[in-house]
């Protein structure tokens, strides 16, 4: 029975830290010994990228958005890039070359491939290679705010803030993001970010990396710059906003689409290498990656001994027990009453995202990730 307290123990408190702990670290890291980027007011030659699969309904606005971006005309590329969308996509965005917007075409391979695909057709004109979804809209600023940090030769990537607008149903995403782009902003004092967000960010034109199409740059590309001695950092008031998925159920499955993603990075990414990394990020990565994607396992090894050591052993067993029986029980009343209530509602979104870490990885171990996938209802 030792050896279950013992597990049961462990379990609690990896979840405690990752939760709790490490943003206390982070907050407190980054207020006693912030990292500073030497930024500056630069005009680098930027190519922006924008990927597309079947975004008819939502391209003319993206480029109207991106033409606005208060930045030279002169320094600035706009290319649409297209994983093969079949929908008018690709013919609408040719009726926008006379005002210099180009059409890179890509065979469906998802995002990656077809970024891939458009860095390949650019050569090395760009001195910074800036990225966008087509459902998204970047702050006028959004831009010139982006590429300072480049103007420190140590910085290889920067990602800006992604602001979520509010959900037309039950998605509590919005509640979540808040504290993560505020987690974001103290990793990003404390060395490097460890995640970063695929509607805006921007790399050197000389350190694009081509990674595995299954993983996305999130996740990938921040620890692979840092291995390299590069810094990945984050932009606060570099804007870009973005309507989240309309109900919990939606999110549920972009979760689970996402989390795959992840667990492949861990499996095949070397990403928890402490080689040339250091020991502050490798405890930033373990903490608030590995161990959020591991939550649902987690809480599984929770649930399952302290069933066990309160009925073996009672006292403060049967209270973790109750705590975790009264989460899914609030989760599961949120879910048949479909109630609005805000406790209720994060109780269901926390529990459906735990679950969803558990989903993704039996599925990562056994039935396999696709680089491509059809964008989450709601979100345009």
């Not at 379990?11 to 500073?36: C, E, K, N, Q």
């Not at 290889?156 to 509010?166: D, K, N, P, V």
């Not at 974001?184 to 460890?194: C, I, N």
């Not at 975790?324 to 599961?332: D, H, S």
Request: glycine share 8%; charged share 25%.
């Amino acid at each position: 029975m030792l050896l279950v307290e013992v597990i049961g123990w462990a379990a609690l408190a990896l979840l405690v830290w990752t939760h709790v702990g490490y943003p206390l670290l982070a907050f407190a890291w980054s207020r006693i010994a912030p990292r500073r980027i030497d930024a500056a007011d630069i005009e680098p030659r930027v190519a922006l990228v924008i990927a597309a699969h079947n975004e008819a309904d939502v391209i003319e606005a993206k480029l109207e958005n991106a033409l606005a971006l208060d930045y030279p005309g002169d320094r600035l590329r706009i290319i649409v890039t297209s994983d093969a969308s079949d929908d008018g996509t690709d013919e609408i965005v040719e009726r926008w070359a006379s005002r210099g917007v180009e059409l890179v075409r890509a065979e469906r391979g998802g995002k990656v491939n077809a970024q891939d695909t458009a860095v390949r057709a650019l050569g090395d004109w760009p001195d910074v290679l800036a990225f966008s979804d087509a459902n998204c809209a970047w702050e006028p600023d959004a831009l010139r705010r982006l590429v300072r940090p480049f103007a420190d030769e140590r910085v290889g990537y920067a990602c800006g803030r992604l602001r979520l607008r509010q959900a037309d149903g039950t998605n509590r995403e919005g509640a979540y993001w808040r504290f993560e782009v505020a987690l974001r902003g103290w990793e990003a004092r404390m060395g490097s970010v460890t995640g970063g967000n695929g509607s805006i960010y921007a790399v050197r034109g000389g350190d694009y990396r081509f990674v595995d199409p299954r993983f996305g740059h999130d996740l990938s590309f921040p620890y692979r710059f840092v291995k390299d001695g590069l810094i990945a950092t984050y932009v606060p008031d570099a804007v870009v906003s973005e309507k989240p998925s309309t109900d919990l159920t939606d999110e549920f499955r972009r979760k689970v689409r996402m989390f795959g993603h992840c667990w492949l990075i861990v499996f095949h990414g070397r990403m928890f290498s402490l080689a040339k990394m250091g020991p502050v990020y490798w405890l930033q990565m373990v903490s608030h990656r590995l161990l959020r994607y591991a939550s649902g396992l987690l809480h599984l090894v929770l649930l399952v001994a302290s069933v066990v050591l309160a009925l073996a052993e009672g006292g403060v067993w049967w209270v973790i027990l109750g705590a975790q029986v009264a989460l899914l029980g609030l989760a599961l009343l949120s879910r048949l009453t479909g109630s609005r209530q805000r406790l209720l509602a994060l109780c269901q979104y926390y529990v459906l995202v735990t679950l969803a870490t558990l989903i993704a990885l039996y599925e990562a171990l056994f039935r396999g990730i696709e680089p491509v996938w059809e964008r989450a209802e709601g979100t345009r």
